[in-house]
Nanobody, 116 residues
Framework: QVQLVESGGGLVQAGGSLRLSCAASGDGISISTMTWYRQAPGKERELVAAITNGGSTAYADSVKGRFTISRDNAKNTLYLQMNSLKPEDTAVYYC??????????WGQGTQVTVSS
């Protein structure tokens, strides 16, 4: 089994930066893709960024150029560097791990609040 634990959320002013981490633990981890999602109050959960085990990345248009997703395979940790934060980035951020044998696993989420 795999467990994901997010950290790094908090309160930041508009224009500031924040770095989220998602640590994966468990024996026999086989993850092909890791993603960051977010969900703002009253809105559906949306995909923010994704990274494959080969290092390919993809971003939502709303965060492209401001956010950077990365992955440390040796530490089994996913990161999301968020720069030039805007109030509309306020949401609970979730990490997800996917593998053909693993299935889909979610973390508990971490709150990001950006003040104007």
């Amino acid at each position: 089994q795999v467990q994901l634990v997010e950290s790094g959320g908090g309160l930041v002013q508009a224009g500031g930066s924040l770095r989220l981490s998602c640590a994966a633990s468990g024996d026999g981890i086989s993850i092909s893709t890791m993603t960051w999602y977010r969900q703002a109050p009253g809105k559906e959960r949306e995909l923010v960024a994704a990274i494959t085990n080969g290092g390919s990345t993809a971003y939502a248009d709303s965060v492209k150029g401001r956010f950077t997703i990365s992955r440390d395979n040796a530490k089994n940790t996913l990161y999301l560097q968020m720069n030039s934060l805007k109030p509309e980035d306020t949401a609970v951020y979730y990490c997800n791990a996917f593998g053909l044998l693993l299935g889909s696993v979610w973390g508990q989420g971490t709150q990001v609040t950006v003040s104007s």
